[in-house]
């Protein structure tokens, strides 16, 4: 995601900055943040078990509020 993000400005709002990172997620995985499984995503699996897959439950239990903290601290 940062690669995907990296040349983009600093949106101006909150709301803004979710909706950028919710597309960016999409764009990558091919499903909403609000997808209810694990998406398995070929081209990031380099080995093991649970190489590859991306838990959505994750990005908007933890990341994404992470993410969000860090934009209004700023």
């Known amino acids: 995601m940062k690669?995907?993000?990296?040349?983009?400005?600093?949106?101006?709002?909150?709301e803004e900055f979710i909706k950028i990172i919710e597309?960016?997620?999409r764009n990558l995985t091919g499903h909403p943040v609000f997808h209810e499984d694990f998406i398995g995503i070929e081209k990031y699996s380099h080995g093991g078990m649970s190489s590859g897959c991306v838990d959505p439950k994750f990005w908007r239990e933890k990341a994404i509020p992470l993410l969000k903290k860090r934009f209004l601290e700023t």
């Open 23 to 25: 597309i960016t997620f």
């Open 3 to 14: 690669q995907h993000l990296i040349n983009i400005g600093c949106p101006d709002s909150i």
